[in-house]
């Protein structure tokens, strides 16, 4: 299992700070969630991890800065699920996933038998064999999120980040594909990093869950010290009712205001 | 279908001995092999020196283009681009005016040819002018701000071309038989003058196929994947310049192929540059071997321009194809 630590992570575009000073500790096989508003900077800090969008600071992943890391070897140690993945629809599933091992193969070398060998074990375990040659295009949300999660589980890497991995899915499918990622999770031993709007269901499958609002860390904990009803009016703008289910699950049910 | 086309190419022909002697003769040529083909000495001369280096050098032009469009189309995500849309052969043709108007009698005795490296270097420059134009006024996944910026490039490069031309009139003969092309006029020379470019830029684009899949997902996951997008794309953008511009060099413009083919072998067999790539390579010169017939025996003694067959041949089989695909869904 590997940790993931953040040291001052800031991430600029042009004169807009959108990360600022970020930093926390993710622990071994901890499911860290940052939730926070539109523009809070949760987008920017996964794309600065997987090396989209350059960062100052240190990201250190299991004792070595990913500064030192070559692309390669960042892509075998974090894989990443953004928030639309592009899926052309002229690809079939297997060549999708393939795609996932992309970090194992030399720049003009081909896949070797190990890496079709590990696809097609991904495709069982996700109990997705039926969709190997279905068309990309030909598929519905909730197996696209599902085709995309295989990817980046066939690049066996440790730690795994998620954009916004419910957000055009409908409540049973969101379910299924954070079932799906907590299974994974407990399976291999993955460290997992997701930003999600959904705040009952961030808080009902993530450890622990960071505030971020304009790109600074507001307030880190468990669901029970972070969802609290003071803390998100002043920073999302919203009256809401936080429920205390008896299991200790958080529910965030938005209040309309009362009119005037 | 290559090797069918290649003979086919040497089996026709408005002079010559009767088409089936051919084949036997070619057989006899090769070590180890007598087969008495009737084929006599002058009769295999026109075959060996007038038609197989036309069919030699229109295969290697088909493959080259049809190749390199299949790469520009992976490496800028669009599937309209091709090497004439972006630029590259009017940026080629250039190159090669600048080339006649300096000094064409001195320069072709040089060690290097510098007609193939001026087309080079202008149909790099050319790329690189419409995709910086394209990209900047577009974002990146315009597929239309590429095109019309390819448009505008060619367009400049035309009227700079004319320009010169114009100040330069006595070469206006030269440039413009050059830029019709010289495939009818082939010799083995003209074969040794591009192949060593496309040998290069074809090896070097087919190594290139897998990872033209995995910028298929976009730059930014293709990144998270551990691709170095930008170097890859330069590389690319860089050999399939070379090759386009090395083949304008002997054959002119000839439009239709880089973008045709393509897509022909995407509905056969898919849109996966693995297969794309190396598919699109042989039908690309079986394609070009096989419109340049009609060309040399329509209207015999003269010739029709392979361009015209190109586009005569093309748009009914990319119509065929479109077609059976629909039905078969």
Redesign the interface.
Known sequence: MTSLNFEKVSVQYGHRHAVVEFSEVVRPGEWLCLIGPNGAGKSSLL?AI???VSFSGNIVVDGATLHDRN??????L???V?QS????S???AY??VL??R??Y?S?????SVHDTAMVNSVFERLDLSDFTHRQLGELSGGERQRVAIARAVA?EAPILLLDEPTSSLDIGHQQQALELVDKLRREHGLTVVSAMHDLTLAGSYADRLVLMHEGHRVVGGTAQEVLRAETLAEFYGVSVHVHHEPDGTVAVIPRRSLRT | MLVLALLCGAMIGPAGPTWWRIPLELLNRLPLLTIHSGVSESEWNIIWLVRMPRVVLAGLVGCTLSIAGASYQGVFRNPLVDPYLLGVAAGAGLGATFVFTINRAGSSTWLIDPLPLAAFGCGLAAVLVTYVVGTAFGGERSSTTLVLAGVAVTSLVTAVQAFLLQRHSDVMREVYSWILGRLSTATWTDVRLVLPYVVLSTTVLL??R??L??L???D??A??????VNRIRLVVVLFATLGTAAVVAVSGLIGFVGIIVPHAV?LLV???YRVVLPLSFLLGGAFLITADIPGRILSNPAETPIGVVTAFLGAPFFLLILRTRQASR
Do not use: C, K, W
């Not at chain 2, 990144?223 to 170095?228: P, V």
């Open positions: 794309r997987v090396g989209i692309a390669r070897r960042r892509a075998q974090v894989a990443y953004p993945p592009v899926m052309p002229d690809m079939n060549e999708y795609l996932g992309n970090p193969v720049h003009f070398g081909s896949e690049q | 190594f290139h897998r990872l899949d995995v298929r997902v976009g930014d996951e990144t998270a994947l551990g691709a170095h995407r898919g849109a996966s």
